[in-house]
């Protein structure tokens, strides 16, 4: 099944996150990845297996990530489709996040989901940006590559039919 990663970076982390997942999808799959944010994506609906990725900034993904899922909204309901999103927030509001970030329709749709962690230096930014950061978030390295290899098992997981009653 050809599986297309599109996702939204800014510092590199999701990126990352889209290569565990293609090596976790293994070698049987054709696994094509985009950052939408430099890159326009390929023929979307030559996919069937489409994994959207956003990394969180100020409780938002990037405008080019939210274009691309009501652009092509239709085509994604037609779709296996997962979703994950990077962040350094706490559980409860990776979750508030995620539900403002995706739509319900999609979130419905999605055959799986993840919470990937983050990862930020602090000291790369602004005094304001830094302020914001270290005021915000406990700890700025919550990477959880075990739990995206889980979500790309889940996502190759073939759907069991239920037995005909
Ligand atoms: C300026 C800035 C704002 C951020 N805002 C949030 C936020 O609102 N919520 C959150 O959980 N994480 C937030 N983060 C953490 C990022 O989501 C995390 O660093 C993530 O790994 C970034 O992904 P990337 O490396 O692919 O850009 C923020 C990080 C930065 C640098």
Redesign the pocket.
Known sequence: MNTLIVYS???????ECAEIIRDELGDDQFVMFTNIDSQDPPTVADYHRIIIGG?????RVSRKLKRFMEDYRALLLQREVGLFL????PPE??QK?FSRVFTRDLREQAKAHCFAG???DPKA?RPL?RG??EK??PSFDTRDHQALRTFARQMKQVRKTPPAS
């Open positions: 970076s800014r510092c590199g982390y999701t990126g990394s969180v900034r100020y409780g990077t962040c350094l927030g509001t990776s996040t983050g990862v930020a930014f940006i914001y950061l915000r978030f």
